[in-house]
């Protein structure tokens, strides 16, 4: 059939089988455009996850480094050589 739109073909893998058998031994209709479109929306929001943890990291890191958070560099760095201990 004719179409403006491109056209994409899915072999069924192994485990391209698998996810779609589950599908259907379940029962759940599903299109594989929907599968796309729900797919491409998961792996954009885990990638905005995985930013934002980065990013998160980044600000962490930079604040030690500089001492806005408060902390001591150089008893982090004792502490990372001898490990953390308590007094009694």
Do not use: K, N, Q
């Amino acid at each position: 059939m004719p179409t403006r739109h491109p056209r994409h073909a899915v072999t069924e893998t192994p485990r391209v089988r698998a996810a779609l058998d589950e599908l259907r031994s379940r029962g759940i209709d599903f299109t594989l455009g929907e599968l796309v479109v729900r797919g491409a929306e998961a792996r954009l929001s885990e990638t905005a996850r995985e930013s934002a943890r980065h990013g998160l990291r980044a600000r962490l890191a930079a604040g030690l480094r500089d001492g806005t958070h408060g902390l001591d560099p150089a008893a982090l760095d004792e502490a990372r050589e001898r490990g953390w201990t308590r007094s009694a």
